[in-house]
């Protein structure tokens, strides 16, 4: 279901790449993960799952992803966000389920949180958020530095760590992790007032459940609700994985419209 090109719109000097399909609402939006791109196999499942029930569904990349512009290393939470809702507010009209994977469900929660400050709240049917990494530089990523690499945040502005999904090394700076720090949500209770579904796998690499289950408890329990997949990875990209996140999506849209 890929659209053979995307659309691009300009948010702070910056072209963000967008691929939308229009249908009926709630539609559904993707926000991929720190280094992924829009193309993925969760967004083309998505997108064809999407096609087939008539539903909208929008796609970007963030600036230093994919097919848009700017450099990774420029990128911070604040600045995703603010071209996540640019894009938002371009292309969709009603409802929507916001479907957030690892960074991609931090920036989700902290879309949400926007949009209810500015009187928008109902704009968001529900999130579904697979292997949610909200936090993740305070909560996974700050805890774990070598001296080595406080050292290169110090003296270089960034540290480089191997990938296991890409032949370049993550990359992760200084801004980045001072600006993580203004878009905290797991500081207390999340008050989404939407329902939320977390999809974790217990075989996680990267995030680790409990990081799952501590977002699960800051979260309304007659809203919330969590699977947890006994093999799965980060990915969550198994056939059964990904028959999952479309009935995830496809109960979550019924719900609410």
Same mark, same amino acid.
């Given at each position: 279901?890929?659209?053979?090109?995307?659309?691009?719109?300009?948010?702070?000097?910056?072209?963000?790449?967008?691929?939308?399909?229009? +249908?009926?609402?709630?539609?559904?939006?993707?926000? +991929?993960?720190?280094? #992924?791109?829009?193309?993925?196999?969760?967004? @083309?499942?998505?997108?064809?799952?999407?096609? +087939? &029930? %008539?539903?909208? *569904?929008?796609?970007? =990349?963030?600036?230093?992803?994919?097919?848009? /512009? /700017?450099?990774?290393?420029?990128?911070?939470?604040?600045?995703?966000?603010? @071209?996540?809702?640019?894009? *938002?507010?371009? *292309?969709?009209?009603?409802?929507? !389920?916001?479907?957030?994977?690892?960074? %991609?469900?931090?920036?989700?929660?902290?879309?949400?949180?926007?949009?209810?400050?500015? /009187?928008?709240?109902?704009? !968001?049917? $529900?999130?579904?958020?697979?292997?949610?990494?909200? =936090? *993740?530089?305070?909560?996974? !990523? &700050?805890?774990?530095?070598? &001296?080595?690499?406080?050292?290169?945040?110090?003296?270089? $502005?960034?540290?480089? @760590?191997?990938?296991?999904? #890409?032949?370049?090394?993550?990359?992760?700076?200084?801004?980045?992790?001072?600006? %993580?720090?203004?878009?905290?949500?797991?500081?207390?209770?999340?008050?989404?007032?939407?329902?939320?579904?977390?999809?974790?796998?217990?075989?996680?690499?990267?995030?680790?459940? #409990?990081?799952?289950?501590?977002?699960?408890?800051?979260?309304?329990? =007659? =809203?919330?609700?969590? #699977?947890?997949?006994?093999? +799965?990875?980060?990915?969550?990209?198994?056939?059964?994985?990904?028959?999952?996140?479309?009935?995830? !999506?496809? &109960?979550?849209?019924?719900?609410?419209?």
């Amino acid at each position: 279901m890929t659209a053979s090109t995307p659309d691009f719109i300009e948010v702070d000097n910056t072209r963000i790449a967008v691929r939308y399909q229009d +249908g009926a609402a709630p539609g559904v939006v993707w926000l +991929g993960g720190y280094k #992924s791109d829009m193309l993925g196999t969760k967004a @083309e499942t998505l997108a064809t799952w999407a096609a +087939g &029930e %008539g539903r909208s *569904f929008l796609r970007h =990349d963030y600036s230093g992803h994919g097919e848009s /512009g /700017g450099a990774f290393a420029d990128g911070t939470i604040s600045k995703w966000l603010a @071209e996540s809702l640019a894009v *938002f507010r371009q *292309f969709t009209k009603g409802p929507q !389920v916001l479907v957030g994977s690892s960074m %991609g469900a931090w920036i989700a929660l902290r879309m949400n949180d926007e949009l209810n400050k500015a /009187g928008e709240g109902d704009r !968001v049917a $529900g999130l579904v958020l697979l292997a949610p990494a909200p =936090d *993740f530089t305070a909560e996974l !990523v &700050e805890p774990a530095l070598t &001296e080595a690499q406080r050292k290169d945040l110090a003296e270089k $502005g960034y540290f480089e @760590e191997p990938s296991e999904y #890409s032949p370049e090394p993550y990359i992760y700076t200084r801004a980045l992790i001072e600006d %993580g720090r203004q878009n905290l949500v797991m500081t207390g209770p999340i008050h989404t007032h939407c329902p939320v579904h977390i999809i974790q796998g217990l075989a996680d690499p990267d995030v680790p459940h #409990s990081h799952a289950l501590k977002l699960m408890s800051l979260l309304p329990a =007659d =809203d919330a609700t969590l #699977s947890l997949v006994p093999n +799965g990875d980060h990915r969550l990209s198994r056939p059964e994985d990904l028959d999952l996140l479309t009935r995830a !999506v496809s &109960e979550m849209n019924s719900r609410v419209g």
